[in-house]
C-alpha cells in the first residue's frame, strides 16, 4: 500500500523549533519580490537593484514586517537590498579588511586575550549588504567535525582563555542539539568563566529563541551574554521583546553592536531611538562600529570625524549607561580601538 502522508501528524511536532527553521527556509532571495511585496518599483530606489549579487539577497519575512510599505529609504530595506552601486571599485576598499583569512586553525580566533572567537557557522539568515564578512572564505574556515575538535582542544590547552565567544556566520543558525553538545564540551573546561554568543538571527527571526536554546543557557555555570547586532530602533517589535524576555529570565546578559551606515543610522534622531528602544528590550548598547571597508558597502560609508561629532552629541542627550563605545577594528591591535 502507499504510504500516505496524514493530515494531522500523529506526534505533534515542536512547533517553536520547526517554525524558526520554516522562515530560515521562506527567506526572499529576489530583490523584485522584496521590493513588490513593499510595494515599490525598481525606479523608486535611489541605485539600480542588481537582481544576481553573488553575495544574494537574503531576508526573512519577519524582518520585512518591519519595514515600512512604500518607503525607498526605508532603513531596514536597506541594509539588505542588492544594489549595482556594490560591484564599483572605491580606493581604500577590498575584500578582507580585517586579514582574517590567514589564522591558523580553521574557525578559531584567538586575537585578543582572555577570548577566543569560535566561527561557528557560515551562513546567516540574513544577508547585510554592508557586512565585512562578505568575501570571507567561510567553507573553509568553520569550525565543525575534526577542525573544532581542535579548536576545543587549543582552548583547553589555553588556561589564559576565560571567554569563548560564539560567532559566524550567524552560529545560532546550528541546531539547538548541536549547541547543548557544543556547550556541555565547554562546561567541562575548568578555566572558562564566560559563554558569549553573536548573533542577528532573532532580529529577523525571533522564533528562534526556543525553549531548547533557553534550556542551554539555564543549564551551563558559566555565565552566558549574547550580543545582538540592531541598527535601527524599528527592528525592535514587541515579537521580538517578548523572545528576549525569554532569555533574561535564564540570567543572559543582553548586549547589541550596531555599526553605522549612511542613510540608515547616521543621525542624532535615529541613534537615541536606537538606544531608547535597546533598553526597553532589555538590551544595553555595546559597540558601535565603523563600517569596515569591504568591496561592496563604500555607498554606506560615513567619515569618521562625522561618527565622532554624532557620538557626542548623543551622549548629550542620553545617560552614560545608553552610549555605545564607538570603535574600530585595526589588524594587529590587542583590542578593539574605542575612538573618542
Ligand atoms: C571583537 C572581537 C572579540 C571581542 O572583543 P570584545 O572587546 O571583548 O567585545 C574577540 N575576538 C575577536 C577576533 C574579535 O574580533
Ligand atoms: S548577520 Fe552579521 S555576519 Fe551575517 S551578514 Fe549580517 S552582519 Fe554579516
Known sequence: MKNVTPIIPVSEPD???KSWKNFLKEAVSDPLELLQDLNLKPEDIEYAIDPSNPFKVRVPRPFIEKMRIGDPDDPLLRQVLSLDIENADFEGYSSDPLKETNSDTPG????YEGRVLL?????CAVNCRYCFRRHFP???????GDSLKESLAYIKNNPTIKEVILSGGDPLIVSDGFLQSLVDELDTIKHLKRLRIHSRLPIVIPQRISRELCNIFNKTRLKSS???????GNEIDSALIKSLNKLTEVGVQLLNQSVLLKGVNDSVQALVQLSERLFEAGILPYYVHMLDKVDGAAHFDISQAKAVALMNQIREQLPGYLVPRLAVEEPGKGSKTVIT
Open 138 to 144: 567561510y567553507q573553509d574556515k568553520v569550525a565543525n
Open 108 to 111: 578559531l580566533l584567538h586575537k
Open 119 to 123: 566561527i561557528l557557522a557560515s551562513a
Open 226 to 232: 549574547l550580543v545582538l547586532h540592531i541598527n535601527h
Open 15 to 17: 512547533c517553536q523549533v
